[in-house]
């Protein structure tokens, strides 16, 4: 593309004329290649999609000369065509999202609570240790099919297994709380 290059209105009849013989019906066909690409590069998420279809009109306005005599085919194609190297300029240009924060560094009070966690897992019960290990592992579908899994191996229903993990965590936390007072106590 030329540098500077802007849109004349010479060169705007010169695109209406490819477009169709009929000054009204190019009119109409310009339009409605306007349209459709704004809805692509609204569809494509694009953030500026009425800059890029007109960025994509002036690219094609200024191939012209070179493509008037010896294109053959649906006009609106050859636009589509340059609307996806229009896009792919867009995506190679526009800036990479900021990075996230840094996660926090724990706090002494987490660390206590996760000592603590620790040592009263490892106060449980073998069986129970291994239960609520095995029930709050996986995520999404994988947790579900984890849990039926348990409960079949347990040969209990689905909602007695939740009872008894529910149960085990409820110890659980007042050991945590209990154990983390005791620290900062003491």
């Not at 000592?115 to 073998?126: D, N, Q, R, T």
């Amino acid at each position: 593309m030329k540098k500077n290059w802007s849109l004349t209105q010479e060169s705007f009849d010169r695109l209406l004329a490819w477009l169709g013989a009929d000054p009204e019906e190019a009119g109409r066909r310009y339009e409605e290649i306007r349209r459709s690409l704004i809805k692509i590069f609204t569809c494509r998420g694009c953030h500026e999609p009425e800059d890029m279809a007109d960025e994509t009109i002036n690219r094609v306005v200024a191939k012209l000369p070179d493509i008037e005599a010896g294109y053959t085919g649906e006009r609106a194609l050859y636009f589509y065509g340059v609307a996806n190297k229009v896009q792919l300029e867009y995506l190679r240009r526009r800036p990479a999202p900021p990075a996230p924060p840094p996660a926090p560094a724990p706090s002494e009070e987490d660390e206590r609570e996760y000592e603590c966690l620790l040592h009263c897992v490892g106060g449980l019960s073998p069986d129970h240790r291994e239960l609520v290990l095995q029930y709050y592992r996986e995520e999404k579908r994988a947790k579900i099919d984890n849990r039926k899994h348990l409960a079949e191996r347990l040969g209990i229903a689905l909602n007695a297994l939740r009872i008894r993990a529910h149960r085990i965590r409820l110890g659980l936390q007042k050991c945590v709380e209990e154990c983390v007072a005791r620290q900062a106590a003491g």
